[in-house]
């Protein structure tokens, strides 16, 4: 099971793309990746998950290395209403610390 | 109605106490997991169950244990309930055919006087 490490915290600029990385490189090779972000003391919600090709919803794109070492979640648009603690996690289901994006106006 | 129930949302409790969190399902999910949030702090696995006669241990079980009495109910039992457990818990879910997201419930916040 691979154990995640991101940056503790990050800025973004209202309107700016977010960049939010994550190094997972004992992942295994049919070990998605999932993300979730948390709302103050909300239950995280789900964002988006991948395994090799890179991947985009309503919410996000989801960029995964050649090698699945690591990805980066991508908020094209931010909003003040993205800032959260993101997280990304491997299929043992086990959050980090995660990492407090603050979106400024 | 939410698809995943935690009760109570709050509670206050003294020492030695015996407290039990209760997890409600209406997702069909066969997973589900409990975790505790420290303040400021990640998540952290306590118990998870594939299903009703599975029960696996995470990275914290001490000083807790668990109860899958259906598939849509696992409970979270203190036995004896210390303040360093004062916390916020999340019951979640997961399936197979969901892509096995987490589903969160809302959360119960312990106090432990």
């Known amino acids: 099971d691979a154990k995640t490490t991101q940056p503790p915290s990050m800025d973004c600029a209202e309107g700016r793309a977010a960049n939010l990385p994550c190094n997972h490189s004992t992942i295994s090779g049919n070990e998605y990746v999932y993300w979730y972000r948390q709302i103050h003391s909300q239950g995280p919600q789900y964002i988006i998950h991948?395994?090799?090709n890179n991947e985009t919803n309503e919410m996000a794109s989801l960029i995964i290395t050649e090698d699945r070492k690591s990805s980066t979640l991508i908020l094209p648009h931010a909003t003040l209403r993205d800032t959260a603690v993101y997280y990304c996690?491997?299929?043992?289901?086990?959050f980090g610390a995660g990492t407090r994006l603050t979106v400024k106006p | 109605d939410a698809d995943v129930t935690q009760t109570p949302r709050n509670r206050i409790t003294k020492t030695g106490k015996r407290i039990m969190l209760e997890c409600s399902q209406t997702?069909?999910?066969?997973?589900m997991y409990w975790y505790r949030q420290d303040p400021g702090l990640g998540l952290r696995l306590i118990y998870y169950s594939f299903d009703v006669k599975d029960i696996n241990k995470g990275e914290i079980s001490d000083g807790y244990s668990v109860s899958r009495q259906a598939q849509a109910k696992f409970s979270l039992s203190l036995e004896s309930a210390i303040p360093n457990q004062t916390a916020l818990y999340f019951c979640a879910t997961s399936d197979l055919h969901s892509g096995r997201e987490l589903f969160f419930g809302e959360g119960s916040r312990l106090t432990v006087l």
């Open positions: 997702k069909g999910h066969d997973r």
């Open positions: 991948g395994l090799k």
């Open positions: 996690i491997g299929r043992d289901m086990r």
